[in-house]
């Protein structure tokens, strides 16, 4: 087995292809800076009622928000709550773990609107993003992004955040079903025109991005941004700007698993 595909099989199990064709990406906290909007955004919606809470424990609760502590956008996308009851759970939450009463609620549809408006001010690509898709592009490998996430909702968030040029998008709900399914993978190749076995999928998440992909026959990559993101999906990245490099030459995914 020469280089090239043992590069290819250390990523996904793949061991019938030469070299990547097509890249499909996520798209929250992997080319949208989507946890920094989330934050400013609550902090700027918290900013009254938290007055009294010692900042240190202010930024920790807009970090749980962010992340999601509650749990609330799994069961989201599992059907259980709407866009709207995942986004009250966590801001009851937040205000829970602040030891304070949430906005009644009828006042909490008008808070999620003004977060809204607020966290998509500042939507913004990573600083290595272009470049990655510049040399993407510069190479002939086609992109697109594959999210857990509505498709328009998605789309205006590329088009805020500066990143139109990424045309081919799958949604959640344009797929049929969210990630770790296969058919949103599925149908990313598709548009893109690459066989499911040549194209690399890149996300942050190690069961729906990484392991998601790699069980629908793609390849598969994590991108491990936080240094202290606990990383079992064995090979990652840390960054975008290493990824054209490792295409061009398939043989540096070879080795140890860790991250570069």
């Known amino acids: 087995m020469d280089n090239a595909t043992n590069a290819l099989s250390s990523l996904g199990g793949i061991t019938s292809v030469a070299r990547v064709e097509g890249v499909l990406f996520d798209i929250d906290d992997t080319l949208v800076d989507l946890k920094s909007a989330a934050i400013k955004g609550f902090h700027l919606l918290t900013a009254e009622d938290f007055e009294n809470v010692p900042m240190d424990e202010r930024h920790r609760i807009a970090r749980d928000y962010a992340d999601d502590g509650a749990g609330a956008y799994e069961r989201y996308m599992s059907g259980e709550l709407t866009f709207l009851g995942q986004r009250v759970e966590r801001i009851k939450r937040a205000y829970g773990l602040a030891g304070l009463d949430a906005p009644p609620a009828e006042a909490l549809g008008g808070w999620c609107a003004s977060y809204e408006r607020a966290a998509r001010s500042v939507w913004a690509p990573f600083p290595d993003v272009h470049r990655c898709l510049d040399e993407l592009d510069a190479m002939?490998?086609?992109?697109?992004?594959?999210?857990?996430?509505?498709?328009?909702?998605?789309?205006?968030?590329?088009?805020?955040?500066?990143?139109?040029?990424?045309?081919?998008?799958?949604?959640?709900?344009?797929?049929?079903?969210?990630?770790?399914?296969?058919?949103?993978?599925?149908?990313?190749?598709?548009?893109?025109?690459?066989?499911?076995?040549?194209?690399?999928?890149?996300?942050?998440?190690?069961?729906?991005?990484?392991?998601?992909?790699?069980?629908?026959?793609?390849?598969?990559?994590?991108?491990?941004?936080?240094?202290?993101?606990?990383?079992?999906?064995?090979?990652?990245?840390?960054?975008?700007?290493?990824?054209?490099?490792?295409?061009?030459?398939?043989?540096?995914?070879?080795?140890?698993?860790?991250?570069?």
């Open 140 to 260: 002939g490998i086609p992109y697109g992004a594959v999210s857990n996430n509505v498709e328009s909702y998605q789309r205006e968030k590329l088009g805020a955040a500066g990143l139109e040029r990424i045309s081919i998008l799958v949604g959640s709900d344009t797929a049929g079903a969210p990630k770790p399914d296969p058919r949103p993978f599925h149908v990313g190749c598709r548009l893109l025109g690459t066989s499911i076995g040549t194209t690399l999928y890149v996300g942050d998440n190690p069961i729906n991005d990484v392991q998601g992909a790699r069980d629908a026959g793609l390849i598969a990559i994590l991108l491990n941004r936080a240094p202290d993101h606990k990383n079992d999906s064995g090979k990652c990245i840390e960054n975008l700007a290493s990824l054209p490099r490792l295409i061009a030459g398939n043989t540096r995914f070879l080795g140890a698993p860790g991250c570069e």
